[in-house]
């Protein structure tokens, strides 16, 4: 028995137990680790994938529930960082220790995708799912803006 | 400070030595030539590595745990080696002798050393080698090596004839290395004291920087271990045939600290474990609770040994009796918790004797050592790589998730990586300790400090990390006690009680619970003069320049004393912490007893500095951090059982409470002082006073939750 996913554009077919949270199939599994474990209980956002578009806790997301859904980790964003997120990641030199970052650039990616001209508030809104315990919470704000120039300029 | 740093030094170095054996003693290979995809490699010395195709790895000795070393440590090798920052690969570097931090006499990151230890040998590190590259083209081309230089990777000579480093390596490596070598007058630095970009940025914005969680060997299994839930129980029996029967799990092991259940995924063990059954031993701490930790340590405070911090200055007693006015004040710090993102973990690989240890580590050379005496194998049977660590803050200076995976891996003869859950994590962690400071002023009729009185009490993470003596001064709880001011009578104590806590050392350790009560006293002080607390702190510091300095320059950036919206108030404080000198503006607003910091202004000055925007970077990090613990955290107990289990009720800052950040960093020819940490300790009582000064309550015990506030 398997369940069918659809993740950064590949078919696939997982054949952990259909209980299982959609991150461990995501690393474990599929071998992407980029995404994280920070909590096990949507609390920090290390995990924060996208399912059909949306950001999702993918730790809190059994993998049966997403069958047939199309999913995008951090390693869609694009493999030589040639996305407006990386972009702006790299020139603010946002991560610290990054653990938390493809967390982050995931949920900033849901929010440029629907609001290319995030306020203060929008950034907050959107961002407040996502802990950085090193802080890095001024310069994610900055890339973010960044980014989104970048995008309404493209 | 001087005589504790030099006391702190001594201390480890002798211990570690005396008690541990822990220095292995195996350098990196000296000029051995290994066969790789990436050509062949040269090892001219400890820190460089080149390789015939012209890659160069340069060696960072500390842990990447955000502060940055992964950048700021090749930079100092690049400044001397002339090599194109950008250009080259780093590796963290292995267990070795050659790698001890001389500041704390161990191979550990930690301290804010990283930048003081490296200054010097870094640099020193980067020129031997390109001394060699020089000396090798010289025999090579038969000239005169003084009419060589090395440029950019390239030794140049006369009549334009040049040679890279890697067509120079092997010959190079061959040489001995030279005991003495020139170094640049700072002035001509190119790369050290400029912005550069983090080397390990693009890694971590892509998914494929490599954390202990990512670690994956052949044939890998994975663990979830289930420890007491109180803090040092022992398994007295455990019945493993309802996880035995589930999906994937192909053991279950007893293991010093509890059992593990090792099955064929991360899943599959952790909810086996949750059907596992264990007796436990819940040991002496069983009857712990956070009500009897402040009772004891206060018990302690008024009957405990006192141990003086330095010398006593003048007669504290006798100024008291004749002093206009008496302040008294006690403060409290409560114990907290590291919470780094990435929850403990490692993997470990045991076969034949021998064992692989990959994963994230502030402390190599404990790591190796312990390990071995563990297992009773032999040190050079143990390899340990040191992955990127997802945040450390203190909490992987500490082993025992490392011995836990190599019990694991050996009972089971696999490869595993041991992974803890969040909660597990933040209920058995080495917690921050308790801190309880009593501070007491005689002032003269203009309201000024003649006398000053400061005694801690806390419990020693020296005594148990390191078996510190008892009875003896722990420089890791005297830290920032003694604060700038000039007063002509001061007496500093401290007492250490053992609360039967597991304690460790926290981002900032002892500069946290000194700093918060040194200037929220100094703030209530000036209250009780009637004065402003910047002039009241300036008018102390006359023969203190770098502290005045930071101080005005904070003051003035923040615009100390212009008019605020209605609501906001400021605070201000100052310390210096690992040869660091810092002042700290907080505005802030409260309502409802809810604190919003809307801005801290630093100002620091921490001598000569190798990537500012790194520091910048750190300071930023450190308020976020110390913000947390001024306002939110606080490790309670029953029954010797953590009450706090996740982010939910262990609260760190978010991105809408994060404040805006204004840093002055001082142009400085000083030595380089460290910046990992001390704004994390003063970000505390910038904000305690500028909640004080909102609210007109002074709240005395830390963290100033809405009902703290509302209580006061």
Known sequence: MSIKLNVNGRAVAAKSEPDTPLLWVIRDELGLTGTKFGCGAALCGACTVHVNGQPVRSCQTPVESVAGKKIATVE???????????????????????????????????????NKNPSDADIDQAMSGNLCRCGTYPRIKAAIKDAAASLRNA | MSTLETSRRDFLKTSTLATGGLIMGFALPGAKVEAQAAGTVYTPNAWVHIADNNTITLISARSEMGQGVYTSMPMLIAEELNVDIQQIKVAIAPPAA????????????????????????????????????????????????????????????????????????????????????????PKDFKIVGQRVKRLDTPAKVNGTAEFGIDVKLPGMVYASIEQCPVIGGKVTSFDAAKAKGMPGVLDVVQVNDGVAVVASSYWQAQKARKALSVQWDEGPSAALDHHKVLAGTRAAADSGKVLPIGKPVGNVAEAMKGAAKVVKAEYISPMQAHAALEPMNFTAHYKNGKILLVGPTQFQQGAHGTVAGVLGIKPEDVTLKTTFLGGGFGRRLELDFIVQAAQISKAVGRPVKLLWSREDDMTHDFYRPLGLNQVQAGLDAQGMPVALQFKVTSQSVTQRAFGLPKDTLDPFMAEAAVAAYEIPNTQHDLVIHDSGMRVGYWRAVSHNMNAFANESFMDE????????????????????????????????????????????????????GYDTYMAQVAEVSVKDGQVTVHRVTVAADLGRMVNPDTVEAQIQSSIAFGM???????????????????????PVVRMHESPNTDIVLVESTEKPGGIGEPATALVVPAIANAVAAATGKRVRKLPLTPEAIRQA
């Not at chain 2, 009780?528 to 203190?544: T, V």
């Not at chain 2, 770098?546 to 906001?568: C, D, H, I, S």
């Not at chain 2, 306002?631 to 309670?636: G, V």
Request: aromatic residues 6%; positive net charge.
């Open chain 2, 525 to 576: 002080l000036a209250l009780a003069a009637g004065k402003d607390p910047y002039a009241y702190r300036m008018a102390l510091l006359k023969n203190k320049p770098r502290f005045a300095n930071v101080l005005k320059l904070a003051a003035e950036k923040a615009g100390w004393g212009q008019p605020l919206p209605a609501g906001r108030a400021r605070g201000i404080a100052l310390m210096e």
């Open chain 1, 76 to 114: 869609s964003l694009s493999r030589n960082n040639t996305h407006p997120l990386q972009k702006a990641w790299i020139k603010h030199d946002v991560p610290q220790c990054g653990y938390c970052q493809s967390g982050q650039l995931m949920s900033a990616a849901a929010l440029l995708a629907k």
């Open chain 2, 628 to 650: 947390s613990s001024a306002l939110m955290q606080e490790i309670t107990l029953d029954k010797g059982r953590v009450l706090q289990t996740n982010y939910n009720n262990y």
């Open chain 2, 98 to 185: 050659v790698y001890v931090n001389a500041l704390l006499g161990a191979q550990i990151t930690g301290g804010s050393t990283s930048v003081r230890d490296g200054w010097e040998k870094l640099r020193v590190g980067g020129a031997q080698v390109r001394e060699m590259l020089i000396s090798a083209a010289a025999d090579k081309w038969k000239v005169d090596r003084s009419t060589l230089r090395a440029e950019n990777g390239m030794v140049l000579g006369p009549k334009g004839r040049r040679a890279s480093y890697g067509s120079l390596a092997a010959a190079a490596a061959k040489l001995p290395v030279p005991e003495k070598v020139a170094l640049k007058d």
